[in-house]
């Protein structure tokens, strides 16, 4: 059989592994860089990462600016502030430290430093006339992958949505990952950005846009999350399954800057805008009912997801393995103390019609989606999610 053509792309280079951190300020010198300009969580700041930051640098006689005021998803001004500062600074590097809200906001900072206009203008596909600074990003959460991705999200608070600037020139140059600097990340925090991790692999092995290497990468992230995700959220110091959830997360993004995200990230989308809801616990809450509703649109992909995960599948149908799949990932989220339901979360049922409007305006992974969704469909995941 004839394979369709695809392309595959990976951000820059890749350093991996426990104390990678330390490596910073070597990265920033290979890159020739001598004013680095950080974005960094305000969270982070109390896990004692800043004094960290100036004995790193200072043990090199190198300087760097902070931008800290990343504090939850971030509101898309927050990006020209960022980028603003940075200008001022003559930063030639940008580095983002955190979880995808630090990320992204440094991610957009990089390319509004160099193009100009709001964060605003480039929202949406290939609106960045040109590269921006060199950018490194560190996560910090086991989690989004947006060190390998070329997206940044927003929350718009004016018209309650989140929205995405997606752009080849968003790839981050280097991508350090350390994952001892997950250690501190609280155990609700692990499981939701860890789900997310596990969205990321699943939706994008299920993509339609999938390619036999975005496959291959995909279903080696949901081998690693869903064998490692439970000890990382009840034994958050077990540095092997941290590790591990690291490596998952990054295999996780590097599958969903190929093959994209599906309908489980168009539904969560407007939870974000609308309510509030992290980004993390909403996709957590609507993967179950989403895969249910996939089921015949994946059943052969979803069966080989179920041998995946470490479900027994001995002479089992394809159709049984594939539900024993969507059951299994339903026990790993209830296992990881995430007992959430629309209802919990304070949604309302009268604002599914409107939550499944928002959510069909999502286009790009509904496009990838196995199964096609209308407006009742999404309304009956809401449901169903409830
Ligand atoms: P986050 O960055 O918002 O962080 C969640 C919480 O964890 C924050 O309170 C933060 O302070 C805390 N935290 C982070 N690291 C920590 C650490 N090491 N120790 C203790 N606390 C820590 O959450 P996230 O899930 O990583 O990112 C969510 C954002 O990323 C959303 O805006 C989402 O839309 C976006 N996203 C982007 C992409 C992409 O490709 N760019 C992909 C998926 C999601």
Redesign the pocket.
């Known amino acids: 059989m004839m394979r369709e053509i695809f392309s595959f792309t990976v951000a820059g280079k890749i350093i991996f592994g426990q104390g990678a951190f330390d490596r910073l300020v070597d990265c920033v010198k290979e890159m020739g860089k001598k004013n680095p300009f950080i974005v960094i ?4 700041l ?2 004692g990462i800043e004094r960290r930051l100036s004995e790193l640098f200072s043990r090199h006689a190198c300087g760097f600016s902070l931008f800290d005021k ?5 509101p898309i001004e927050i990006a020209d502030e960022a980028a603003l500062m940075a200008s001022e600074k003559k930063a030639d590097l940008i580095i983002g430290i ?7 906001v440094a ?1 957009a900072a990089a390319v509004l430093v160099t193009n100009g206009g709001n964060a605003e203008d480039y929202l949406g596909l290939n609106k960045v006339p040109g590269p921006g600074l060199p950018k490194i990003m560190i ?3 086991a ?4 060190e390998v ?7 718009r608070r004016d018209l309650k949505k ?1 929205e ?1 600037i997606n752009s080849p020139f ?1 790839y981050p140059e280097m991508a350090l990952l350390d994952p001892l ?6 155990p609700e ?1 692990t499981a ?2 860890g789900i ?1 991790a596990l969205c ?1 692999a699943i939706e994008s092995y299920i993509s339609i846009s999938a390619s036999p290497a975005s496959e291959m990468i995909s279903s080696e992230a949901i081998g690693l999350i869903s064998s490692n995700l439970r000890t990382a959220v009840h034994n958050g110091a077990d540095t092997q399954a941290r590790e591990s959830m690291m490596l998952g997360s990054l295999y996780a ?1 590097i599958g ?2 190929n093959a994209g ?1 599906t309908a489980v ?1 168009a539904l969560s ?1 407007p939870l ?1 805008g609308r309510y509030g809801i ?3 616990l909403a996709n957590t809450v609507l993967l179950p009912s989403v895969l249910r509703f996939n089921l015949p649109g994946a059943m052969e992909k979803l069966a080989a997801i179920a041998e995946m995960t470490g479900e027994v599948c001995e002479n089992m149908s394809v159709r049984e393995a594939a539900f024993l799949a969507v059951e299994g990932i339903e026990e790993l989220i209830w296992d990881c103390g995430v007992v959430s339901t629309l209802e919990t979360l304070g949604i309302k049922k009268e604002d599914f019609a409107d939550l499944a409007d928002a959510a069909l305006t999502v286009t790009r992974p509904l496009a990838n989606n196995p199964r096609k969704i209308s407006r009742q469909n999404a309304m009956d995941i809401y449901e169903d999610a409830f």
């Open positions: 969580d305000n969270g982070l109390k896990t990343i504090a939850g998803e971030p955190g979880g995808g809200s630090a990320m992204d991610k996560p910090t959460t989690g989004t992958g947006s991705t070329f997206t940044s999200v927003f929350i989140k995405g968003l600097l997950t250690l501190s990340v609280p925090i939701a950005t997310d990321h993004g969903l800057a995200v990230h989308y974000g992290s980004h993390g």
